[in-house]
């Protein structure tokens, strides 16, 4: 079991940058891929990055890509997401998974584990 924590939301101007961070009681990282997902308003869930459990593979949305970068993972116990250059479209609360085992790692359905979200709201 392993439970998950989100930290770092927030409300910032469009342009702007902000750094969550995922961090994990129970079991290290080492043994899970890692993903964000965020989920605005009247919209479902979606992927927005992951990181392998070797920490040597990341993914990323292509509405995030060049914008937004994960790390951490490889027995380290927290996952970071910086987010830079931020959008109003942005603006959602965002999610760290857990996963044992995954074949596509944009499918939230493959996550086992779930923290509670953060809020990120970026104004224009």
């Known amino acids: 079991q392993v439970q998950l924590v989100e930290f770092g939301g927030g409300l910032v101007q469009a342009g702007g940058s902000l750094r969550l961070s995922c961090a994990a009681s129970?079991?290290?990282?080492?043994?899970?891929?890692m993903g964000w997902f965020r989920q605005a308003p009247g919209k479902e869930r979606e992927f927005v990055a992951a990181i392998s459990r070797s920490g040597g593979t990341t993914y990323y949305a292509d509405s995030v890509k060049g914008r937004f970068t994960i790390s951490g993972g490889n027995a380290k116990n927290t996952v970071d997401l910086q987010m830079d250059s931020l959008r109003p479209e942005d603006t959602a609360v965002y999610y760290c998974?857990?996963?044992?085992?995954?074949?596509?790692?944009?499918?939230?359905?493959?996550?086992?584990?779930w923290g509670q979200g953060t809020q990120v709201t970026v104004s224009s």
């Open positions: 998974a857990a996963a044992v085992a995954l074949i596509d790692y944009t499918q939230d359905r493959g996550y086992n584990y």
């Open positions: 129970g079991r290290t990282f080492s043994r899970y891929h």
